[in-house]
């Protein structure tokens, strides 16, 4: 799995870690702090919500454009820095509902959004195409779809521990330091700082292994290292077949990520908010940790031919067990007190474990020349998100609707679902994003024209803000329609695109040859 790739990948991977890091303890919390700080109802906070997801995923159009032009690695560099001063605007507190004023810390929240919006474009995307040109070269071009689901798992990484981080930095705010909850948002926010920090360490600290890589084509073939020998006619079939998977995967993220909204609404509202015994440790990161790590030493203990490696991989393997024993023995009778936020570190969890799952399984159909196109990969994922908001209608089958259940928690009788609903429709998410992220974009990496590589993974983006700024739909739908009328909406979606792949698979197929 991790064999035989470029040093470059672990630099550009862990530099990405730190970023999204930042990004997604802001974003575990922001839905919630929209509410709470600005007395916004749920589906102006997802308006806003979505928005500014939309332009975090549209604007790397622009940054591809212009790292065309200018370069890959400027780009990234100048986008850290106005990441960086985004977040620190949003860390400030200037007030909200709790003092009678909104007007200023509003217009402070936009001007944030904007400058974050803005730095991920010229950030993201680009690091993206600085991975996939380390593959350009014929020594570790067959290793391009492995390196993406391994630069992939590590954006997840950096998610995994996000929720935990934002819930925890909270509660030390309130606890420790006598905050109120409206402000100990900002401290959340100021963990998006710390993280961009460490990212531009990282990537300057490493940026001889990948320094070959910044520049944009049209500055390499000044220098003459670089050629375009693709027709017009080429170019143009590879041109319409990322517009079409572009078309199709935005009813995914449209589905995907209502986890930071309808999905968190639900979280916060259906779930029973005290969890005991064994899924109570489904809620604290260190137990993840440990699966995690029983996971890789696994691996590493059925493929390593050397003992000492399988030594080391079993000490890990039994200490990991012996961490998760202590752990259950400590569990307490009355069980812990849910927060929304924490069940958004279920599906970077997922990711990071079920990787090298699916690298070993799509690893053994190559070998036996059974392994799916990209975008076979594709459609199945949309049809795997599609089963998973089955499974979420049939489990809310008789739960209150969003506005039934505004009044039952006032009076007392609430009705709630088991927090495993969740937990096992993220579960299904991630599969379907396994076979279409991932995949997705090394399909773009590999298809793209070399001139218009930039712009290409740019695209990729504008799906997916598309995708996200769709989410609000979701946010409208909370209210006196039944849950599983909501959850059958992204059923539907989903199936109908997975339909519209398969039809069009012989062309998307043809534009890989």
Request: with cysteine.
């Given at each position: ?11 550009l991977?862990?530099?990405?870690t730190?970023?999204?890091f930042g990004?997604y303890?802001?974003?575990a919390?922001f839905a919630l702090?929209l509410?709470?700080?600005f007395?916004l109802?749920?589906g102006?906070?997802?308006a ?5 997801l939309?332009f ?8 591809g454009?212009l790292?065309?032009k ?8 100048i986008?850290?820095i ?7 605007l ?6 909200g509902?709790?003092n ?9 929240m936009?001007?944030a959004?904007v ?13 993206q195409?600085?991975v996939?040109n380390?593959y350009d ?6 290793r391009r ?9 590590a954006i ?7 929720p935990?981080?934002?819930?925890k930095?909270?509660e ?17 926010f100021m963990v ?5 920090v ?17 520049n ?5 073939q ?7 020998t693709l ?17 199709v995967v ?5 589905a ?5 909204l ?5 979280a916060?509202?259906f779930?029973?908010p005290?969890?005991?015994g064994?899924?109570s ?9 440990m ?12 493929q ?9 991989s079993a ?9 998760l024993a ?16 924490i069940?958004q ?6 990711v990071?474990a079920?990787?090298?799952v699916?690298?070993?399984?799509f690893g053994?159909?190559?070998k ?13 994922g949309?049809?795997v ?12 089958i ?10 039952a928690l006032k009076?007392?009788?609430?009705t709630?679902a ?8 993220y579960?299904?998410?991630t599969?379907?994003?396994?076979l279409?992220?991932?995949m ?13 590589k930039?712009m ?10 598309l995708g ?8 409208f739908?909370?209210?006196?329609l ?19 792949m ?10 890989t040859k």
């Open positions: 799995m991790f064999e035989n790739q470029p040093k470059g990948l672990y630099a991977a862990i530099a990405n730190g970023e999204r990004y303890t802001m974003l919390v702090f509410r709470a700080n007395g109802e749920p102006t906070a997802g806003i919500y979505s928005s500014f939309a975090v995923y549209f604007l790397p159009l622009l940054g454009i790292a065309d200018f370069g890959y690695g400027k780009m990234v560099t986008g850290i106005i990441m960086f001063l985004g977040y620190l949003l860390a400030v507190p200037l007030g509902v709790d009678g004023s909104t007007t200023l810390p509003m217009i402070a936009i001007c959004l400058l974050i919006s803005f730095g991920t474009g010229l950030f993201k995307g680009n690091l195409v600085m996939g380390l070269s014929p020594e570790y071009a067959d779809d492995s390196a993406f689901s391994i630069f992939y798992m997840n990484i950096g998610a995994m521990f996000a935990t981080a934002a819930v930095i909270m030390f705010a309130q606890k420790s330091l006598g905050y109120s909850v409206n402000d100990s948002y900002h401290f959340a998006a700082c710390a993280s961009l460490f990212s531009i360490i990282v990537y300057y600290a490493c940026r001889p292994w990948f320094r070959h890589v910044e944009s084509v049209k500055q390499s000044s220098a003459g290292t670089v050629v375009d027709t017009p006619e080429q170019t143009k079939k590879r041109m319409v077949a990322l517009g079409l998977v572009f078309a935005i009813f995914f993220w449209m995907f990520h209502q986890n930071g309808t999905l968190t609404y639900f916060n509202e779930v029973n005290i969890s005991t064994v899924q440790m489904a809620f604290d990161i260190v137990n993840l940790l699966i995690v790590f029983i996971v890789y030493a696994l691996f590493s203990f059925f390593s031919k050397a003992a000492g490696a399988k030594l080391i000490i890990v393997i039994i200490a990991s067990c012996a961490v202590y752990k259950y023995s400590r569990i307490s009778p009355e069980g812990i007190r849910l927060s929304a936020p069940f570190h279920f599906n970077p969890f997922y990071v079920l990787t090298p699916s690298m070993a399984i053994a159909l190559a036996n020349g059974k392994e799916p196109s990209a975008p076979r990969k594709i459609a199945y949309m049809l998100a599609a089963l998973a908001y089955v499974v979420m209608a049939l489990g809310c008789g739960l209150n609707s969003p506005e039934q259940q505004a009044v009076n007392g009788d609430p709630y088991s927090a495993n609903l969740l937990m096992g429709t579960l299904i998410l599969f379907g994003e396994l279409l992220s991932p997705g974009i090394s399909f773009v990496s590999k298809v793209a024209p070399p001139k218009y930039g290409m993974m740019g695209g990729w983006f504008v799906a997916t803000a996200n700024f769709l989410v609000s739909v979701g946010g739908l909370w209210g006196s039944p849950l599983w009328a909501v959850w059958s909406v992204f059923v539907a979606l989903c199936l109908i695109s997975a339909v519209f398969f039809a069009m698979m012989k062309k998307l197929e043809d534009a």
